[in-house]
């Protein structure tokens, strides 16, 4: 990475047809913000609340998350901060939330499905982050700087009941503003139903870590998958292209997994449409230095070939190919 490359991560980025986007920072904690604000990053797109309430004994106090959450904020300086609402469940327990066993956790009650039967705790998080946003200005594009995202959607009504929750909460706070309030797009059928979630969504940001996994049904944690188990599979690919066709113009939609930092990956996502690539903050300048160089109305051209190759190997091989005159 070149010094001129760091330096040009404070820049708004274009590709080379013109196209503009975000890239954010995925972070878990305050700390690492202030790493995402050092390394240009137009935001941050995945803030992993999780880690606030992992190795500990007990559950952290709406005064620490509240603390926690606006410190990311003003490490930020006004740009967006997406707060991914409680992840727990599959591989990340906690030991003061006992759950029941269940022979497939990824298939279980995690992310949002959790929080149904786990009120104290979910209502806790939520007034931290709408006493953490209150009276903060909005950004740019009109939305609160302080967002929440929730994880492991698979319907609209999912959507429904937390904004209902969120409400709630707000009007018992005195709050009138409620924070923008997104969507993860990590199961199957919430890229699938995409236009329904974008409609009362104010933002969609797809989890290909997840999504990769449920898609082709292999678990994230098995090492010998993981050549298999590629966002770049012509299937996946198309739930992506599905989820960004029923989203399109009704709000924006981020990418927050893995692939937005795969050079390649994260050049197919952008030249199929996506507003935001959110990555490790370590990343973010040879992102945005690979986005300058891309033909993205070009490489959006071979989208049709790419999706009708074979596999996920023969989908990287031909962006491999194309790298160089497109991207
Ligand atoms: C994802 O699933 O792609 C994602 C960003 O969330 P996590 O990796 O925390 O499950
Ligand atoms: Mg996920």
């Not at 999912?158 to 969120?166: C, S, Y």
């Not at 009007?171 to 997104?182: D, T, W």
């Not at 104010?202 to 898609?215: E, K, M, P, R, V």
């Not at 009704?250 to 997994?257: I, L, Y």
Request: hydrophobic share 50%.
């Amino acid at each position: 990475q070149t010094e001129s490359e760091r330096a040009a991560a404070f820049e708004p980025v274009t590709t080379l047809d013109g196209r503009r986007l975000h890239v954010a920072a995925n972070i878990a904690t305050r700390a690492e913000a202030r790493s995402a604000a050092r390394s240009g990053a137009d935001g941050v797109g995945l803030m992993r609340s999780e880690f606030l309430f992992l190795e500990r004994q007990t559950a952290p106090t709406l005064a620490e998350q509240q603390a926690e959450y606006r410190a990311a904020v003003e490490a930020m300086d006004g740009k967006p901060v997406v707060v991914r609402l409680l992840d727990i469940g599959a591989d990340k327990q906690l030991p003061y939330l006992r759950l029941p066993a269940t022979p497939n956790p990824a298939l279980g009650e995690r992310g949002v499905r959790l929080w149904q039967t786990q009120p104290a705790l979910f209502e806790t998080q939520l007034d931290a982050l709408l006493e953490a946003g209150r009276d903060l200005p909005l950004c740019e594009d009109g939305l609160t700087a302080l967002r929440l995202m929730v994880p492991m959607v698979a319907d609209v009504g999912e959507l429904r009941w937390v904004r209902q929750r969120l409400a709630s909460r707000a009007a018992s706070l005195g709050i009138e503003r409620l924070p923008a309030l997104g969507v993860m797009i990590e199961v199957p059928t919430a890229a699938l139903c995409a236009d329904d979630l974008a409609r009362e969504a104010d933002f969609l940001s797809i989890g290909t870590n997840d999504l990769t996994q449920y898609a082709l049904a292999m678990d994230r944690e098995v090492a010998s998958l993981a050549l298999r188990s590629d966002v770049l599979h012509p299937g996946v690919l198309r739930l992506i292209a599905s989820c960004l066709d029923g989203a399109s113009g009704q709000c924006p939609v981020a990418v927050c997994g893995a692939a937005a930092g795969d050079p390649l990956a994260g050049a197919l996502l952008a030249a199929m449409g996506v507003d935001e690539l959110s990555v490790e903050p370590g990343r973010i300048a040879a992102v945005k230095a690979g986005l300058r160089r891309l033909d993205a109305g070009a490489l959006a051209a071979r989208l049709p070939s790419l999706l009708a190759l074979a596999d996920a190997a023969a989908v990287r091989q031909a962006l491999q190919e194309l790298s160089g005159s497109l991207l």
